[in-house]
């Protein structure tokens, strides 16, 4: 069954610090999908990035950037000079292509990292 | 409007109320998503749609009766709720019903049940 893990329930930082939030997998998949999400206050979750098993170059997108390690089942996400508006609860969620038998579109979360950037 | 929109945004009802959530999605979708969000827990995927046919019910107590009368709208219509039921309630939407397609999510609902 697959599953994802976010050690971190919640990090506070000083504005411009960087900040790094973790999240472990788990699957019998050899294809599978990786995805990052934002929750602000407000509640709509809010897509940042997805990542196919079969790619593990790392991306950066602005102050963004995911590390993608297969070796150790991570995909890692770093805030760089972090900024007050990035306070939200960050979500991992992986799915599977249904190679193992498993459903091909759930959806698995993480139970969240909760991002505090004080000024 | 653009993306998946939801209502009402808040929502407080009695237990013996009946209501309705309604999800609308404009990004020409084929698949829909319930999802329940509560508090220290992690999302729960409720009923999933492709092309308006149910594909999934992910043991869902029957007081939540969804409904998606075309591909574009989803609805959970609520009755005799407990209190426990008291979540965000978010719907998605995605191109197709696989793994590699990513769900786009709305604002959520916040029901609160007294």
Redesign the interface.
């Known amino acids: 069954a697959q599953k994802v893990t976010q050690a971190q329930t919640e990090i506070s930082v000083v504005e411009k610090e960087d900040v790094t939030l973790d999240c472990v997998y788990e699957t019998r998949d050899t294809t599978y999908y990786l995805f990052w999400y934002k929750q602000p206050p407000s509640g709509e979750l809010v897509f940042l990035i997805r990542r196919n098993s079969f790619d593990e170059q790392n991306e950066i997108s602005g102050r963004y950037s995911w590390n993608f390690q297969k070796s150790t089942s991570s995909f890692n996400f770093t805030i760089t000079a972090s900024q007050v508006v990035d306070s939200a609860v960050y979500f991992c969620a992986l799915s599977e292509a249904g190679n193992s038998g498993g459903s091909n579109y759930k959806l698995t979360f993480g139970k969240g990292t909760l991002l505090t950037v004080n000024p | 409007e653009t993306g998946v929109t939801q209502t009402p945004r808040h929502l407080v009802m009695g237990m013996t109320n009946k209501k309705s959530l309604k999800c609308e999605q404009h990004l020409g979708h084929n698949?829909m998503y319930w999802y329940k969000q509560s508090a220290?827990?992690?999302?729960e995927?409720m009923f999933?749609y492709s092309l308006e046919e149910r594909v999934?019910n992910n043991s869902v107590p029957s007081r939540f009766s969804p409904e998606c009368p075309n591909s574009s709208h989803l609805f959970l219509h609520l009755h005799t709720l407990q209190p426990e039921d008291s979540a965000?309630y978010?719907c998605?939407s995605?191109q197709d019903?696989?793994?590699?397609?990513?769900?786009?999510?709305?604002?959520?609902t916040?029901l609160l049940v007294l």
Request: a positive charge.
């Open positions: 698949a220290k827990k992690p999302l995927l999933v999934e965000l978010l998605a995605s019903l696989a793994g590699w397609e990513t769900q786009y999510f709305g604002p959520g916040r």
